[in-house]
T-cell receptor, first 110, second 112 residues
Framework: EDQVTQSPEALRLQEGESSSLNCSYT??????LFWYRQDPGKGPEFLFT???AGEEKEKERLKATLTKKESFLHITAPKPEDSATYLC???????????FGTGTRLQVFP | NAGVTQTPKFRILKIGQSMTLQCTQD?????MYWYRQDPGMGLKLIYY???????DKGEVPNGYNVSRSTTEDFPLRLELAAPSQTSVYFC???????????FGPGTRLTVL
């Protein structure tokens, strides 16, 4: 059965303190791995799609990487506005469905 | 360009009542999805559609029904509401499979 596990559940960082969020997955034939950001009371907002192991994508202070078993979302010198829940999702072979993890709730303090 | 819109924003139902959650997108996307999100949990797919007239079950379809008569609209019907259906419901759309999904603002439903 396809499964996505995110860690840690919650992360508190001082502004400027870099860290990484982990997304480990079990899926029959990974076609794509997605990262979304979700602010309280709002719908998820797309960040990245990674399609193959070794791929990396960057956007401002965020960098996503992918291996055959997991993905990392690296946050460099975070700011308070980066505070949100970060969701990881995978899509496997022969399906249009996304399987989501439970997310990492990030809080960045000034 | 409004993107994905959902109505209502909030609703309280009594056990056994029925209701329809509305979802409309103006991006001419073929793919549309309904998810539910329980506190501290990830999103669970309820139903999805790959085009007008075509729908399929997701992970948690029991207690729900959908229809897709137009490209723009994808309503979710709850029959005989139960407390277990208390959740936040998100509608999403995408232009194809394996690309980013655009999410609506959500409907917060409470069943008492």
């Amino acid at each position: 059965e396809d499964q996505v596990t995110q860690s840690p559940e919650a992360l508190r960082l001082q502004e400027g303190e870099s860290s990484s969020l982990n997304c480990s997955y079990t899926v029959s034939g990974l076609r794509g791995l997605f990262w979304y950001r979700q602010d309280p009371g709002k719908g998820p907002e797309f960040l990245f799609t990674l399609y193959s192991a070794g791929e990396e994508k960057e956007k401002e202070r965020l960098k996503a990487t992918l291996t055959k078993k997991e993905s990392f979302l690296h946050i460099t010198a975070p700011k308070p506005e980066d505070s949100a829940t970060y969701l990881c999702a995978v899509q496997g072979d022969y399906t249009d469905k996304l399987i989501f993890g439970t997310g990492t709730r990030l809080q960045v303090f000034p | 360009n409004a993107g994905v819109t959902q109505t209502p924003k909030f609703r309280i139902l009594k056990i056994g009542q029925s209701m329809t959650l509305q979802c409309t997108q103006d991006m001419n996307h073929n793919y549309m999805y309904w998810y539910r999100q329980d506190p501290g949990m990830g999103l669970k797919l309820i139903y999805y559609s790959v085009g007008a007239g075509i729908t399929d079950k997701g992970e948690v379809p029991n207690g729900y029904n959908v229809s897709r008569s137009t490209t723009e609209d994808f309503p979710l019907r709850l029959e005989l509401a139960a407390p277990s259906q208390t959740s936040v419901y998100f509608c999403a759309s995408s232009s194809a499979s394996l690309v980013e999904q655009f999410f609506g603002p959500g409907t917060r439903l409470t069943v008492l």
